[in-house]
């Protein structure tokens, strides 16, 4: 815990490898009054992620990991989340699977944000398969990590209408603006019951 503006909040990591907008999203929300985590450190696999600039922009540390399965590295992330009292983990458009090791050895819990209402269409290019399935109704989902993918227990979730003119980027672009809606909400969840 850590206490910001003399309220106890959960430390939070983020894990990106991109944009991260809704990254942005969680630290704007951890600085409300009501938000019981605070984003205390961000960790990428990627150096070149544009989201990496919110680590100067709210003074908040990074590091960076290969992440490719080496023990040695996973003990040092372990490590570096154990450091930094971490309790709650949340991928952000973070490209890599997680290995089952790291899963097991992180004792807090870990959140991921999917663009899609699963259990429809997990793993990648969920917008492509959505328009070619000619989905009703397409969304985005904030589920545990377990080590299946995609598959863990789900505790948001948000329903648009594909519209018949949606392309997978119009498509995608409204689905983010929900991403960026129930990840905080979700991840809020959680921390108020830690
Ligand atoms: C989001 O659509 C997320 O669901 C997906 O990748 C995108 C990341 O966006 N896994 P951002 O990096 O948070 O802007």
């Known amino acids: 815990m850590t206490k910001l503006n003399g309220i106890d909040r959960i430390n939070t990591a983020v894990f990106i490898s991109g ?6 999203k969680l630290i704007k929300f951890s600085q409300k009054k009501n938000s019981k ?4 450190l961000i960790i990428s696999n990627n150096y070149r992620a544009k989201g990496l600039k919110y680590s100067n922009i709210f003074k908040i540390k990074k590091k960076i990991y290969k992440f490719d399965s080496s023990k040695n ?13 971490i309790k709650i983990i949340c991928l952000a ?7 089952k090791s ?3 050895s992180f004792k807090g819990i870990i959140l991921n ?16 398969r959505a328009i070619k399935n000619k989905e009703k109704y397409s969304g985005c989902t ?13 505790i948001l979730q ?15 672009k409204r689905v983010l603006k929900q991403e960026h809606i129930i990840y905080p909400k979700a991840l809020n969840k959680i921390a108020v019951n830690l």
Not at 93 to 99: A, K, S
């Open 142 to 154: 904030v589920h545990i990590v377990n080590s299946k993918l995609d598959s863990g227990k789900i």
């Open 102 to 104: 790291f899963i097991k």
């Open 19 to 24: 944009t991260g907008s809704n990254l942005k």
């Open 73 to 85: 590295e996973e003990k040092l992330l372990i490590k570096e989340l154990k450091k930094n009292k």
């Open 37 to 40: 985590f605070k984003i205390s």
């Open 113 to 128: 944000i999917h663009p899609s209402l699963l259990p429809k269409f997990k793993g990648l290019n969920t917008h492509v």
């Open 158 to 172: 948000k329903k648009i209408r594909v519209l018949k003119k949606d392309t997978p980027k119009t498509l995608a």
């Open 93 to 99: 458009g973070f490209m890599r699977i997680l290995p």
